[in-house]
């Protein structure tokens, strides 16, 4: 436990789509592995595939455990054998991939458990190809949360360069948000972000919370939940020392941290904060699977089936996710180091 760099397990996600090409573009630039050990997972074959898209050609030692890693100076191999050559076409969802997925991101969960990993970093999956091979959850944070025993609030954030948000409500019909503001979720969401930002190298966060009506209720003619919910809530949250602002109108709030006042957002539902990050960077952004045991990242796009397959896919995303995960799993790994010697 004595070495301080973490190890970060990344997954070359569905095999259908434009993970295994970006995978193999992340890691032709080793300048990106010097501080941390590095495990990539899964089929061999794939990684080969993933390599011969990308026009890359790079050789990892192979190791067959994830303890292993911490033996090597520089990125290792775990090879597994999860989906056949030839099975799993580009573009289509299908069983297979959807499976292969799921027993790669398994193992690194297990591992993660067991103290052998400290970040996950994970290339785009498929849902449906994930819900086709017998994933019970609404998406791959619940299917994180459970498998390592979470029972706290966890969201995603999604990210773009400095700028951070979060989220009371996530995949949930838009008329059913009103019954997700609550003071209890707002705080919750709001101490998480600050917590996770400062696990991320943020000295000092700041967090402003977004308001749910049209300009922020306006006194209440326009809904009230900023006087009844937001605005008690953001208080709560600065009497236990969150130095948390708002609630602004969600239509000015983006301006502000665009320009630097706020390093993160909480917004009250999934598009409020979705189509300001994306106007601001699609191309760039990171998703973050907020309160979990270990940092779990991912490019915030998809699996891109329309150019899967053609060496055309942008590492930019992945080289972002992957650099948040390294922070965030070295700060765990200290934190863990830390506790060993008190």
């Given at each position: 436990m ?46 080969e ?31 597994l ?5 030839g ?28 103290g ?15 819900k ?25 954030f ?22 997700y ?18 696990l ?34 953001v ?29 993160a957002i ?39 089936f ?37």
């Amino acid at each position: 436990m004595s070495d301080s760099r973490p190890v970060i397990a990344v997954t070359l996600g569905d095999p259908a789509g434009i993970g295994p090409e970006l995978v193999a573009k992340l890691f032709a630039e080793p300048e990106l592995f010097t501080a941390v050990h590095t495990v990539l997972v899964g089929d061999r074959w794939l990684w080969e595939e993933g390599q011969r898209v990308a026009g890359t050609r790079h050789q990892l030692p192979e190791v067959d455990s994830f303890a292993a890693a911490r033996e090597h100076g520089g990125p290792v191999f775990l090879p597994l054998e999860t989906v056949a050559k030839g099975v799993v076409p580009y573009a289509e969802e299908t069983v297979a991939g959807g499976a292969s997925t799921l027993t790669v991101l398994t193992r690194c969960l297990e591992a993660a458990q067991a103290g052998d990993v400290d970040a996950i970093c994970f290339a785009p999956l498929n849902k449906f190809s994930m819900k086709k091979a017998g994933l019970k959850h609404e998406d791959e944070l619940h299917f994180f949360a459970e498998h390592l025993g979470v029972d706290g609030y966890f969201c995603e954030f999604n990210t773009l360069g400095t700028l951070w948000t979060s989220r009371i409500s996530s995949h949930i019909p838009l008329k059913d948000a009103a019954q997700y503001v609550t003071q209890e979720r707002i705080v919750a969401a709001s101490k998480l972000i600050h917590d996770s930002l400062i696990l991320a190298g943020f000295e000092t966060p700041r967090v402003a919370v977004a308001a749910f009506n049209p300009h922020g209720g306006e006194g209440g003619t326009c809904g009230r939940e900023e006087i009844e919910v937001i605005a008690p809530a953001v208080k709560a949250c600065q009497a236990q020392g969150y130095p948390i602002a708002g609630p602004f109108p969600a239509d000015t709030i983006f301006i502000k941290a665009r320009d630097g006042e706020y390093d993160a957002i909480v917004t009250m539902y999934h598009d409020q904060g979705q189509i300001a990050i994306k106007l601001l960077g699609f191309k760039q952004g990171v998703t973050v699977q907020g309160g979990l045991p270990i940092p779990i990242t991912t490019p915030a796009h998809g699996t891109a089936f329309d150019i899967a397959g053609q060496g055309k896919a942008d590492v930019g995303p992945t080289r972002n996710a992957f650099a948040i995960a390294c922070r965030m799993g070295a700060s765990l790994r200290r934190q863990r180091l830390e506790t060993i010697k008190a």
